[in-house]
């Protein structure tokens, strides 16, 4: 059993309460017949849409192929505070901070999301490698310098002072360090992880890169090993509450870990991840992924080394996996997922479809590792078969894109219904095309403020999502469920592969 290395009392709770809970069968069993297997989704131009979004979001000196029209230059002094170049990189979501915590996540996740489903993207692989690169090559910026990453540019207070767009940028772009003194291990190590899994993206196409990129992830990730803390100690005021750590560090050190020992193949992560994954990977029952907690992410990471590619160590791993997986099938034994009425896997009411993304990437990748090996998991006892993983994953991702309560695609551009007022400053203002003139810090909060549609459609961009009733106000002020974020998408981008791969549309 699952469980066997829980507490007596724990394990005692968790069978009381799971079955004294009626059994949901909220999910219609979904039968597939034979190939081509339909959908009414056109999930290749949701795709298409979700890597377009990065591209709206992108800081510095934009390429003569860019897309997304609306947007300009931004940002082409940052880092000179500190005699460094960071130009360049994304803002995180819908103000104009360079957040690295987050930009590091969203780039594994993107070259994660390249590594497994990058074959089935058919004509969309370039713009998914271009949306990698525009991470790397700023987070190669970030740490140029050994022992220091520049992990912050824009005081997130100031900038939120202002509804600007970020061409018309004048606030203060301070630029923040951790360092031997002011330790990040979180940052540290996730960067290293997105270093490494962009190295296994371009180890083909860009050799030269791919070694440069994975020679940076060993030195970054041995700074975070070496000089340990969490950085909301350090940069408290400038992180918190913003991007401030809650899980620890101890997460991304086995996340940079797996990833590095996936890249090198080096011998010395795997016996790193064996000496230390107990203290590291101490939060068993956590079943929340994303850009703070990577505990999940790493177990289904390291479980593929034991399943397909055989490495005995990692036995472990798969159990724990298994265990994630059981938490959020609805209706399981060990079941301790929330889900809304309209069936969205509903975590917290902050930016909640970044959950939803996260996990349909994991159940997708986690039933792609199981196939291969030929494997089930087992949930007290009650068998989950990949395809079933697969299910719910897309059931997640059809909500999303409009199979829910208000109709409404949570996608901006995608579908007949998705939301006119999202939470993003670029997107809400006039552009430079239409509106030259700047627009003072303060004088855009009028438009914030109003109910008129934004003027430019940030194409692919995906909202926070709705409350647990599913409901939806579409209010540009209400930034837990309408504003996008990087995050949310690059998760997304690797389910929508595989979608748009396996069903035709209708």
């Given at each position: 059993?699952a ?8 394990l ?12 949901c ?5 979904i ?28 800081s ?9 029209k ?11 505070a ?7 990189g ?22 994660w ?7 089935l ?36 207070n ?13 606030t ?16 540290a ?5 997105a ?6 993206v ?11 990129l ?39 050190l ?9 890249a ?25 992924f994303?850009w ?18 055989k ?33 969205l ?5 902050d ?16 039933a792609?590792?199981l196939?291969?090996a ?14 079933r ?33 999202i ?6 203002l ?18 914030m ?12 961009a ?31 981008v ?13």
């Open positions: 059993m469980l066997s290395h829980l507490p007596h009392f724990t005692l709770l968790v069978l009381f309460l799971s079955s004294s809970l009626p059994h069968h909220c999910f219609p069993a039968h597939h017949h034979h190939h081509p297997r339909f959908a009414h989704h056109n999930y290749k131009d949701a795709l298409t849409k979700s890597i377009l979004f990065f591209e709206g979001q992108r510095g000196k934009l390429p003569s192929n860019q897309r997304v609306w947007r300009r230059d931004s940002g082409l002094s940052d880092g000179s500190m005699h460094v170049d960071l130009v360049g994304y803002y995180d979501a819908g103000d104009n901070v360079k957040f690295g915590f987050p930009m590091a996540f969203t780039t594994t996740m993107l070259s999301s390249v590594i497994e489903f990058g074959g993207m058919k004509g969309e692989l370039q713009n998914a490698k271009q949306a990698v690169r525009w991470g790397t090559d700023y987070l190669l910026k970030a740490t140029v310098h050994p022992d220091t990453i520049y992990v912050q540019v824009g005081d997130a100031k900038d939120h002072a202002c509804w600007e767009r970020p061409e018309d940028m004048d203060d772009r301070s630029v923040f360090k951790i360092d031997k003194n002011t330790p990040g291990t979180e940052v190590a996730e960067t290293a992880a270093l490494a899994a962009a190295s296994l371009f180890k083909k196409s860009d050799p030269t890169y791919s070694k440069l994975i020679k940076r992830a060993i030195r970054v990730f041995q700074f975070a090993d070496k000089y340990r803390g969490p950085y909301s100690n350090g940069l408290k005021k400038i992180v918190c509450p913003f991007y401030c750590d809650y899980s620890g560090y101890e997460d991304e086995l996340w940079g870990a797996a990833w590095l020992h996936k090198t193949k080096n011998p010395i992560y795997l016996n790193y991840i064996q000496i230390n994954g107990q203290t590291l990977g101490a939060a068993q029952f956590d079943n929340t994303g703070d907690n990577k505990h999940v992410g790493a177990r289904i990471l390291l479980s593929k080394a034991f399943l397909v590619q490495v005995p160590a990692l036995h472990d791993y798969k159990d724990h996996a298994d265990n994630f997986i059981c938490s959020i099938i609805p209706g399981a034994h060990f079941s301790s997922a929330q889900y809304t009425p309209g069936g896997l509903f975590k917290m009411d930016s909640n479809m970044q959950y939803v993304t996260s996990t349909s990437f994991l159940l997708l990748t986690y792609k590792y196939i291969q030929r494997k089930v998991v087992n949930c007290g006892g009650t068998i989950i078969t990949p395809n993983l697969r299910n719910i994953a897309k059931r997640q991702v059809d909500y999303l894109l409009g199979d829910n309560p208000l109709k409404m695609s949570y996608m901006v551009g995608y579908g007949p219904k998705y939301p006119q007022r939470h993003h400053r670029g997107s809400s006039p552009s430079i095309g239409v509106h030259p003139a700047k627009i003072q810090c303060s004088a855009g909060f009028s438009i403020k109003s109910q008129s549609p934004n003027p430019n459609i940030l194409v692919g995906v909202v926070g999502g709705p409350d647990e009733h599913d409901r939806f106000p579409d209010e540009r002020s209400d930034y837990e469920q309408s504003e996008p974020a990087t995050y949310i998408n690059s998760p997304l690797g389910a929508l592969a595989y979608l748009a791969h396996s069903f035709r549309q209708i």
